[in-house]
């Protein structure tokens, strides 16, 4: 089994480099699989979401690339053709729930680490592959509070509400997350590969219709003054800072 574990700064912010190494780790297991994977952070955070002081920083230029990668973290994880459980152990916001969506069991740690998507507060438009993650991931009427609030959740809450299907204690998490992968990964490979491929077809096939049309639009709105604006107005009234 594997044992993916992020480690970038203090709380995994999701900038090009970070997930330029995830594509690459994951792409690379596709090709020689192991039985499952484990995917988890170091720290605090298992993942903070997008770098956005960095987006305000670095500008339109920035953001586009940064979209690009981002699916494509996103899509080498959720096609991994064998088993992944994230193990949360802290924090999980924006793009960092996302990336727990993409895999196929999510176990958190109790505690008061939260959980959420709070994209549509900070004022950008949501990628498709993102919005496919979360779409895929929970029942209808769950991934639209998750979505159109924007809410974080603490850990027992987002257990309760079925954003994470189990909570352990924070010292037990990643043994409890590698003896679920290894539970999977016994699973005969072939038949699991063959499964995975079609429950995450809807996801793909939306994907695929509407990815291309929506493109255009989700980059221009990134690259925009305006959006770019609204996450340092975030930035300020959240964190204090300014972009």
């Known amino acids: 089994m594997a044992l993916v574990t992020l480690e ?7 900038d090009v480099e970070l997930l330029g190494a995830i594509e690459e780790e994951f792409r690379g297991l596709t090709e020689n699989p192991p039985k499952a994977a484990v995917l988890t952070g170091a720290g ?23 979209l690009g990668i981002l699916d494509g973290a996103l899509l080498a ?8 459980v994230a193990a949360i152990n ?7 729930h996302v990336l727990a969506c993409a895999c ?6 109790e505690g008061k680490a939260r959980i959420g998507v709070p994209e549509l507060l900070v004022g950008v438009t949501w990628p498709t592959v993102a919005l496919e993650m979360v779409r895929q991931c929970y029942a209808p009427n769950r991934a639209r509070e998750l979505i159109l609030l924007g809410q ?16 352990v204690r924070e ?28 429950l995450n077809r809807p996801a793909l096939d939306r994907i695929e219709q509407l990815g291309p049309a929506r493109e255009a639009e989700v980059r221009s709105s990134w690259r925009s003054p305006e959006t770019l604006q609204a996450i340092r107005d975030y930035l300020e009234r959240t964190i204090g800072r300014k972009g």
């Open 44 to 66: 605090r955070a298992f993942s903070a979401g997008v770098d956005l002081v960095r987006l305000t920083s670095e500008g339109a230029d920035y953001a586009e690339a940064l």
């Open 8 to 14: 970038h700064g203090k709380v995994n912010a999701l």
């Open 77 to 84: 994880l959720f096609n991994a053709p064998f088993p992944t």
């Open 152 to 167: 974080t959740y603490a850990a027992q809450e987002a257990f309760e509400r079925e954003f994470v299907d189990a909570l």
């Open 104 to 109: 196929d069991h999510r176990i958190m740690a």
């Open 171 to 198: 010292t037990e998490l990643v043994d409890r997350a590698m003896k679920l992968a290894g539970e999977l990964g016994n699973i005969p490979a072939a038949a699991f590969r063959r499964t995975k491929v079609m």
């Open 90 to 96: 802290g924090h999980a916001i924006a793009g960092g």
